[in-house]
Protein backbone atom coordinates (compact mmCIF):
# COMPACT_ATOMS: atom_id res chain seq x y z
CA UNK A 1 0.00 0.00 0.00
CA UNK A 2 1.44 3.45 -1.46
CA UNK A 3 1.84 5.98 1.69
CA UNK A 4 2.85 9.51 2.07
CA UNK A 5 3.17 11.55 4.49
CA UNK A 6 4.49 15.01 5.52
CA UNK A 7 6.20 16.50 8.86
CA UNK A 8 7.75 19.69 9.51
CA UNK A 9 6.91 22.19 11.97
CA UNK A 10 3.84 24.02 11.71
CA UNK A 11 5.00 27.80 12.90
CA UNK A 12 7.75 29.66 10.75
CA UNK A 13 9.32 33.39 11.47
CA UNK A 14 9.59 35.58 8.45
CA UNK A 15 12.87 35.37 7.04
CA UNK A 16 13.40 31.87 8.16
CA UNK A 17 14.01 28.58 6.56
CA UNK A 18 11.33 26.00 6.24
CA UNK A 19 12.00 22.26 6.52
CA UNK A 20 9.56 19.35 5.83
CA UNK A 21 9.83 15.79 5.59
CA UNK A 22 7.77 13.53 3.16
CA UNK A 23 8.27 9.61 4.47
CA UNK A 24 6.71 7.14 1.53
CA UNK A 25 6.33 3.64 2.07
CA UNK A 26 5.18 0.88 -0.58
CA UNK A 27 7.35 1.76 -2.99
CA UNK A 28 10.92 2.72 -4.31
CA UNK A 29 12.16 6.87 -4.35
CA UNK A 30 14.38 5.19 -6.94
CA UNK A 31 11.94 4.18 -9.04
CA UNK A 32 9.06 6.89 -8.74
CA UNK A 33 9.31 10.56 -9.02
CA UNK A 34 8.01 13.10 -6.54
CA UNK A 35 6.36 16.08 -6.20
CA UNK A 36 5.98 18.78 -3.99
CA UNK A 37 2.91 21.23 -4.47
CA UNK A 38 1.25 23.83 -2.11
CA UNK A 39 -1.93 25.24 -1.52
CA UNK A 40 -2.20 28.55 -0.10
CA UNK A 41 -5.86 29.26 2.44
CA UNK A 42 -8.64 29.30 0.03
CA UNK A 43 -6.76 29.14 -2.96
CA UNK A 44 -5.31 26.94 -5.48
CA UNK A 45 -2.74 24.53 -6.10
CA UNK A 46 1.00 25.64 -7.25
CA UNK A 47 3.77 22.64 -8.18
CA UNK A 48 6.66 23.49 -6.14
CA UNK A 49 9.08 21.06 -7.69
CA UNK A 50 10.00 17.14 -8.26
CA UNK A 51 12.56 14.80 -7.60
CA UNK A 52 13.28 12.28 -10.54
CA UNK A 53 13.74 8.68 -9.94
CA UNK A 54 17.23 9.12 -10.95
CA UNK A 55 17.75 12.02 -8.39
CA UNK A 56 17.31 14.84 -10.26
CA UNK A 57 15.59 17.90 -9.80
CA UNK A 58 13.28 20.47 -11.44
CA UNK A 59 12.02 23.76 -9.64
CA UNK A 60 9.19 25.84 -9.98
CA UNK A 61 11.27 28.92 -11.35
CA UNK A 62 9.60 31.78 -9.63
CA UNK A 63 10.90 29.22 -6.19
CA UNK A 64 14.31 28.44 -7.92
CA UNK A 65 16.02 30.85 -6.04
CA UNK A 66 14.91 29.22 -2.49
CA UNK A 67 13.79 26.44 -2.57
CA UNK A 68 15.79 22.81 -2.81
CA UNK A 69 14.46 19.14 -2.85
CA UNK A 70 16.98 16.25 -2.18
CA UNK A 71 16.09 12.59 -0.78
CA UNK A 72 17.79 9.63 1.43
CA UNK A 73 16.53 6.75 -0.22
CA UNK A 74 17.74 4.77 2.20
CA UNK A 75 15.30 5.90 4.79
CA UNK A 76 12.50 6.31 2.12
CA UNK A 77 12.52 10.11 2.96
CA UNK A 78 12.32 12.85 0.08
CA UNK A 79 13.15 16.91 1.68
CA UNK A 80 11.76 20.08 1.12
CA UNK A 81 13.67 23.04 2.11
CA UNK A 82 12.94 26.71 1.18
CA UNK A 83 14.42 29.87 2.88
CA UNK A 84 13.31 33.64 2.84
CA UNK A 85 10.09 32.83 4.46
CA UNK A 86 7.25 34.93 3.88
CA UNK A 87 3.46 35.54 4.74
CA UNK A 88 2.47 34.63 1.62
CA UNK A 89 4.64 31.21 1.70
CA UNK A 90 1.65 30.19 4.03
CA UNK A 91 -0.04 27.27 3.14
CA UNK A 92 -1.02 23.55 3.15
CA UNK A 93 2.28 21.30 1.47
CA UNK A 94 1.86 18.30 0.24
CA UNK A 95 3.58 15.64 -1.48
CA UNK A 96 2.79 13.58 -4.17
CA UNK A 97 3.62 10.89 -5.95
CA UNK A 98 1.02 10.00 -9.39
CA UNK A 99 -2.24 9.42 -7.97
CA UNK A 100 -1.15 9.24 -4.35
CA UNK A 101 -1.30 12.24 -1.98
CA UNK A 102 -0.05 13.04 1.45
CA UNK A 103 -2.21 14.40 4.02
CA UNK A 104 -0.83 17.73 3.77
CA UNK A 105 1.31 19.99 6.10
CA UNK A 106 0.18 23.33 6.86
CA UNK A 107 2.65 25.82 7.75
CA UNK A 108 1.68 29.40 8.96
CA UNK A 109 4.68 31.67 8.19
CA UNK A 110 4.39 34.18 11.15
CA UNK A 111 5.96 36.38 13.69
CA UNK B 1 5.00 28.65 -18.38
CA UNK B 2 1.63 26.76 -20.04
CA UNK B 3 -1.01 28.37 -18.52
CA UNK B 4 -4.50 26.13 -17.67
CA UNK B 5 -7.43 28.44 -17.96
CA UNK B 6 -10.34 26.58 -16.48
CA UNK B 7 -14.40 27.41 -16.73
CA UNK B 8 -16.57 27.93 -15.17
CA UNK B 9 -15.16 29.08 -11.84
CA UNK B 10 -18.66 28.09 -9.91
CA UNK B 11 -20.68 25.51 -10.97
CA UNK B 12 -24.13 24.96 -9.23
CA UNK B 13 -25.82 21.55 -9.90
CA UNK B 14 -28.72 19.33 -8.65
CA UNK B 15 -28.41 15.81 -7.84
CA UNK B 16 -28.12 13.80 -10.91
CA UNK B 17 -27.30 16.57 -13.41
CA UNK B 18 -24.78 16.02 -16.04
CA UNK B 19 -22.15 19.30 -16.30
CA UNK B 20 -19.00 19.38 -17.85
CA UNK B 21 -15.91 21.38 -17.07
CA UNK B 22 -13.36 23.00 -19.90
CA UNK B 23 -9.91 23.42 -19.42
CA UNK B 24 -8.41 25.16 -22.28
CA UNK B 25 -4.09 25.50 -22.45
CA UNK B 26 -2.22 28.05 -23.53
CA UNK B 27 -0.26 25.77 -25.78
CA UNK B 28 -0.88 21.99 -27.35
CA UNK B 29 -0.16 19.65 -24.65
CA UNK B 30 0.70 16.95 -27.09
CA UNK B 31 4.25 15.44 -25.89
CA UNK B 32 6.97 14.56 -28.29
CA UNK B 33 6.32 10.92 -27.53
CA UNK B 34 2.54 11.05 -28.60
CA UNK B 35 1.10 11.36 -25.34
CA UNK B 36 -1.20 14.07 -23.68
CA UNK B 37 -0.56 14.56 -20.27
CA UNK B 38 -3.68 16.33 -19.02
CA UNK B 39 -5.01 15.16 -16.06
CA UNK B 40 -8.18 16.22 -14.00
CA UNK B 41 -7.50 16.02 -9.70
CA UNK B 42 -11.21 16.63 -7.51
CA UNK B 43 -10.35 18.01 -3.88
CA UNK B 44 -13.55 17.42 -1.46
CA UNK B 45 -13.27 20.23 1.49
CA UNK B 46 -10.79 19.75 3.50
CA UNK B 47 -8.92 16.72 1.95
CA UNK B 48 -6.18 15.64 -0.26
CA UNK B 49 -6.37 15.89 -3.82
CA UNK B 50 -7.39 12.55 -5.57
CA UNK B 51 -6.94 11.85 -9.05
CA UNK B 52 -10.06 11.43 -11.41
CA UNK B 53 -8.87 11.18 -15.06
CA UNK B 54 -5.01 10.89 -15.93
CA UNK B 55 -3.57 11.31 -19.85
CA UNK B 56 -7.12 12.86 -21.07
CA UNK B 57 -9.71 9.96 -20.84
CA UNK B 58 -8.55 7.02 -18.96
CA UNK B 59 -10.30 6.63 -15.92
CA UNK B 60 -8.02 6.49 -12.48
CA UNK B 61 -8.76 2.92 -10.45
CA UNK B 62 -11.67 3.13 -8.20
CA UNK B 63 -13.00 6.19 -9.90
CA UNK B 64 -16.83 5.46 -10.85
CA UNK B 65 -17.23 5.48 -14.53
CA UNK B 66 -19.41 8.60 -14.21
CA UNK B 67 -16.53 10.75 -15.06
CA UNK B 68 -15.22 11.22 -18.41
CA UNK B 69 -12.39 13.26 -19.71
CA UNK B 70 -12.01 14.34 -23.56
CA UNK B 71 -10.07 16.76 -26.00
CA UNK B 72 -6.83 17.28 -27.36
CA UNK B 73 -4.28 19.95 -28.22
CA UNK B 74 -5.73 22.65 -26.31
CA UNK B 75 -8.98 21.96 -25.31
CA UNK B 76 -10.24 19.53 -22.94
CA UNK B 77 -13.32 18.13 -20.89
CA UNK B 78 -14.46 16.77 -17.63
CA UNK B 79 -17.87 15.62 -17.45
CA UNK B 80 -19.69 13.85 -15.03
CA UNK B 81 -23.07 11.89 -16.09
CA UNK B 82 -25.25 12.27 -13.07
CA UNK B 83 -23.65 14.43 -10.71
CA UNK B 84 -23.71 12.64 -6.96
CA UNK B 85 -23.33 14.37 -3.55
CA UNK B 86 -19.83 12.80 -2.93
CA UNK B 87 -18.77 14.81 -5.88
CA UNK B 88 -18.92 18.27 -4.54
CA UNK B 89 -15.31 20.03 -3.75
CA UNK B 90 -12.92 21.77 -6.22
CA UNK B 91 -11.96 20.16 -9.77
CA UNK B 92 -8.74 21.26 -10.96
CA UNK B 93 -6.89 20.03 -14.58
CA UNK B 94 -3.30 19.11 -14.32
CA UNK B 95 -0.62 19.40 -17.39
CA UNK B 96 2.64 17.78 -16.84
CA UNK B 97 3.61 17.74 -20.56
CA UNK B 98 5.51 20.77 -20.32
CA UNK B 99 8.06 22.19 -17.72
CA UNK B 100 7.36 23.24 -14.91
CA UNK B 101 4.41 21.06 -13.91
CA UNK B 102 1.11 23.43 -14.22
CA UNK B 103 -2.45 23.38 -12.55
CA UNK B 104 -5.94 25.31 -13.76
CA UNK B 105 -7.23 27.87 -11.55
CA UNK B 106 -9.92 25.52 -10.25
CA UNK B 107 -13.87 24.79 -10.89
CA UNK B 108 -15.49 24.79 -7.77
CA UNK B 109 -18.65 22.46 -7.76
CA UNK B 110 -21.97 23.15 -5.32
CA UNK B 111 -25.32 21.89 -4.96
CA UNK B 112 -27.92 24.09 -6.22
Known amino acids: QVQLKESGPGLVQPSQTLSLTCTVS????????VHWVRQPPGKGLEWMGVIWSGGNTDYNSALKPRLSISRDTSKSQVFLTMNSLQTEDTGIYYC?????WGQGVMVTVSS | DVVLTQTPPTLSATIGQSVSISCRSSQSLLHSNGNTYLHWLLQRPGQSPQLLIY???RLESGVPNRFSGSGSGTDFTLKISGVEAEDLGVYYCVQGTHAPRTFGGGTKLELK
Open chain 2, 55 to 57: SVS
Open chain 1, 96 to 100: NRRAD
Open chain 1, 26 to 33: GFSLTSYN
